[in-house]
């Protein structure tokens, strides 16, 4: 089943915060997050293993609760450039290489 | 960064016409590629898993006879749509699997809009 991703859309203004979340009713080895722009390919942005990380760049961050089989992305400053659709995939096991995309989550960020 | 190139990016055809679709992973060796449709703004839906050197393992509901997939280097997928018809129309995104590096994730492809005519 599809991890469900919440909220569905979201307006920011530039410089506000954002959290998107990523819930799976599968048990989860791994959550990776991209970021997808109309029309292009999704990017990769980074990825977590089981253990319960949390990993970040620049202003982009994310968090893997693996009992709660939840992930969120948090997304500081936000500038302009994070407008897109963000994806969670899911994997379950460790070598298994299937992902298991979310349903998205639209952000629009606003001068 | 890990790049994959996908050709063409669009494509218009007859119906009952094939298509081939190229992935490549440019500065990387994929024995795992992986083939996605998307229809708009819609998620990303697992079409089949391509192996270098085997044959293709494919989702629950697609057909394998449709959707040909042949990984014939570590380099190159193919997806070849047979007798395409209106309904095949959609957004095809390939990924290649990179673990040489500190992450094991996917790459993916700029993608292929097909459209059936």
């Known amino acids: 089943q599809q991890p469900v991703q919440s909220p569905q859309a979201v307006i920011l203004r530039e410089g506000e915060d954002a959290v998107i979340n990523c819930s799976s009713s599968?048990?989860?080895?791994?959550v990776h997050w991209y970021r997808q722009k109309h029309g292009e390919a999704p990017v990769f942005l980074m990825i977590?293993?089981?253990?319960?990380e949390q990993k970040g760049h620049d202003k982009i961050s994310a968090s893997f609760n693996e009992k709660k089989q939840q992930s969120s992305l948090y997304l500081t400053a936000s500038q302009l450039s994070y407008s897109g659709t963000y994806f969670c995939?899911?994997?379950?096991?460790?070598?298994?290489?299937?992902?298991?995309f979310g349903t998205g989550t639209r952000l629009t960020i606003i001068p | 960064g890990a790049v994959v190139s996908q050709h063409p990016s669009r494509v218009i055809c007859k119906s009952g016409t094939s298509v081939k679709i190229e992935c490549r992973s440019l500065?990387?060796?994929?024995?795992?590629m992986f083939w996605y449709r998307q229809f708009p703004k819609q998620s990303l839906m697992l079409m089949a898993t391509?192996?270098?050197?085997?044959?293709?393992?494919?989702e629950q509901g697609v057909e394998k006879d449709k959707f040909l997939i042949n990984h014939a280097s570590l380099t190159l997928s193919t997806l070849t749509v047979t007798s395409a018809h209106p309904e095949d129309s959609s957004f095809y995104i390939c990924?290649?699997?990179?673990?040489?590096?500190?992450?094991?994730?996917?790459?993916f492809g700029p993608g292929t809009r097909l459209t059936v005519l």
């Open positions: 977590l293993l089981k253990g319960g």
């Open positions: 391509s192996n270098e050197g085997s044959k293709a393992t494919y």
């Open positions: 500065d990387f060796q994929a024995t795992t």
């Open positions: 599968k048990a989860l080895y791994s």
């Open positions: 990924s290649a699997r990179d673990w040489a590096g500190l992450t094991d994730t996917q790459y």
């Open positions: 995939g899911t994997g379950s096991n460790f070598g298994n290489e299937k992902l298991t």
